[in-house]
């Protein structure tokens, strides 16, 4: 059939709270112009981001029943491990209570004042942690990602000429190379399993270990399916597994492609590495067969992991995005292309040129669709990305907003009517204003800063 459906079916609901535009208004005030501090029963629909917010499978829901909260050697753990294993060959696996925090333990580890990391695009939780450390988190994302309106299949590949450039000239310097699947900042856009491995092969090439933040790695791998040549006739699991064969480590937020609420891990080849993480975990975390989960959660992990791998399933959810893309093309919205993996991605700087990169044009455009329809989206640009370690502050390299889609949440007519939205606001984006900071915390700024309209 043409018509690709939801593989599942409804089996609870959540009322939604219908707000009018007078009382949004309000809720910005009261919320500085910050979407991150609205309530969520203030909002319609959430697409702030698909962290987290999944639906759990009737399979995730009885997994928590199996549930083994023992502190030690927990059978949760036995079978979270086993589950991530059977997709990611790695020796060690360490849980963590989010990805963020998988994050913190391995660049405590391998940053440090004057060292560089590369990878395609750092999001803002590794950035952030890389920076916290003292070491510099540097971009190397290809040319074809700076020009939004291409339809180049693998926009999140990382520009191996540079990396190699430096390699060369700062290798004292770098101690691991890492690579984000899909890349979430630059659109949600895959990197191609030819550069995945020649980038891994440059860095062993260097001597150094290669690192892959895989939240969104099924989503990847689809794309991978679907769009090189040479590997549609595969599966799946198997284009997953090659992914992580070639790489020395990863970390993970479950909460994105294992359709859990909470929980991620970092995995590690390297017995010395695993052991002086594993010392972190306990300090920070917990015992390594729970760090920092209920078994529960372990459990519902490993069901996840499962499903996400189901290719109906990966289908429907690339699918959603690209129709929800293919009616603002139509109607002349500036859009990141092709579809993402996890979101669509609105080119604020484009649709609103009338707002300079530092009056952040992608907040005055989110906070607009959240007025008009009561759609909350995240501001992918200056806000997020430029405010440096120094204090100074840059315009980024492009000024988006995402619309990252819930998985398993929301049907056809939610996403009909966040075109709507978006074209409502598209009709009278000349009168948008740009914002202006009232108040920053000094780093991840775009989390609770406060904000009023530029008069």
Partial sequence: MRTIIEPFRIKSVEPIRMTSTEERKGILVRAGYNLFSIRA????????????????????????????????????????????????????????????????????????????????????????????????????????????????????????????????????????????????????????????????????????CFIIDGCRFAENAWFIKQREPGQGDRAVPDIVREIFACADGMTMSAKKDAFANIGGWLALNDDDLAERARTRLILTEGFPTYGGLAGRDLDAIAQGLSEIVDEDYLRYRVRVNEYVLERLIAAGVPVVRPAGGHAVFLDAGAMLPHIPALAYPGQALAVALYEEGGVRGCEIGSVMFGRQPDGGERAARLELVRLAMPRRVYTQSHADYVVETILAVHEKRKTLKGLRVVREPKALRHFTAIFAPLS
């Fill in 41 to 208: 029963e203030d909002i319609i629909i959430d697409l702030l981001t698909d962290s987290g917010v999944a639906a759990m499978s009737a399979e995730q829901w009885a997994a928590l029943m199996r549930g083994d909260e023992s502190y030690a050697g927990s059978t949760s753990f036995g079978r979270f491990e086993a589950a991530v294993k059977r997709l990611m060959p790695f020796k060690h696996v360490i849980p963590t209570h989010q990805g963020r925090a998988a994050e913190s333990i391995l660049f405590a580890l391998l940053g440090g004042a004057d060292r560089l990391i590369p990878s395609n695009t750092h999001f803002d939780t590794t950035r952030a942690n890389i920076e916290a450390t003292g070491a510099i988190a540097l971009d190397l994302l290809g040319a074809e990602a700076d020009e939004p309106a291409s339809d180049y299949p693998f926009k999140g590949n990382m520009d191996v000429e540079r990396l190699e450039k430096l390699l060369a000239a700062e290798g004292n310097r770098i101690p691991c190379v890492m690579m984000t699947i899909t890349n979430n900042a630059g659109g949600g856009q895959p990197a191609s399993l030819a550069n995945i491995k020649r980038v891994a092969a440059l860095a062993h090439a260097h001597d150094k």
